[in-house]
């Protein structure tokens, strides 16, 4: 392609844009030497923003991340007293941020889809402490119970994989008096995400010491492996 059909494409672009975006229920997978150490499936979102530079191409940003360990416990609220007590809830968690590429080579109502993805995994575990005696107002955007927080652990790894799935065109959605129209896809999509070493905590590495000995202790078990997903997505996908 010489420069002259560059340069016509760029600006082609420029004049009629079209971006899209999706939104994805995901499972993630661990694989290998992650799974091996006992890392369990976990559950999240995952959200992408994308830009066509021409039919079939884009370029975009995937953001997103799962939970894959929950557990809560019943504590008191102090040393000095047992007779009040508050719930401590630690969790196990992977962010992360890809650039990506995509292909679409048929335009059709049912369109398969290729990608390439490069970014960052972290890894992280975070306590959350909550009053028992309280009610959350779900009309508000935080928990009003909620009495502390913490970073217990975060590492982060490069992340690198490809994906592909399937785009079936849902509905056409109007945008604008002139007729313009975008379209709403549902999507089902793989990604195999490899992840170069991290060192994290999963469930039971964290040891609590006795607490009739004296103020209690944690003692971090850590794990180190590399962090390859298998990643599945359901979701939509929106073009305008």
């Not at 905590?201 to 794990?223: A, C, H, M, Q, R």
Request: charged share 20%; aromatic share 14%.
């Amino acid at each position: 392609m010489n420069l002259n059909k560059i340069l016509s494409i760029v600006f082609i672009s420029m004049i009629y844009p079209k971006g899209g975006g999706d939104i994805s229920i995901i499972g993630h997978f661990p694989q290998n030497e992650f799974k091996e150490a006992g890392v369990t499936t976990g559950i999240g979102l995952d959200f992408n923003g994308m830009y066509y530079f021409v039919d079939g191409m884009a370029f975009g940003l995937n953001l997103g991340g799962s939970v894959y360990d929950i557990s809560r416990r019943s504590i008191p609220l102090n040393y000095y007293t047992d007779l009040i007590l508050i719930t401590e809830e630690t969790s196990n968690n992977i962010g992360y941020g890809h650039l990506f590429f995509k292909i679409v080579p048929f335009q059709a109502r049912i369109k398969p889809y290729f990608e390439g993805l490069i970014g960052i995994k972290n890894l992280n575990t975070k306590t959350k402490v909550y009053s028992d005696a309280c009610t959350d107002d779900p009309a508000t955007d935080h928990n009003e119970c909620e009495i502390a927080k913490s970073t217990n652990a975060s590492d982060n790894a490069l992340s690198y994989g490809l994906g592909t799935g399937l785009e079936l065109l849902l509905t056409e959605l109007t945008k604008d008096d002139e007729g313009s129209t975008g379209n709403l896809f549902f999507i089902f999509g793989l990604r195999y995400l490899y992840g170069n070493d991290a060192y994290y905590l999963k469930k039971g590495s964290i040891d609590y010491s006795d607490p009739e000995l004296g103020p209690v202790e944690t003692t971090f078990n850590w794990s180190n492996s590399r962090t390859d997903l298998l990643q599945i997505n359901i979701g939509l996908h929106f073009e305008f």
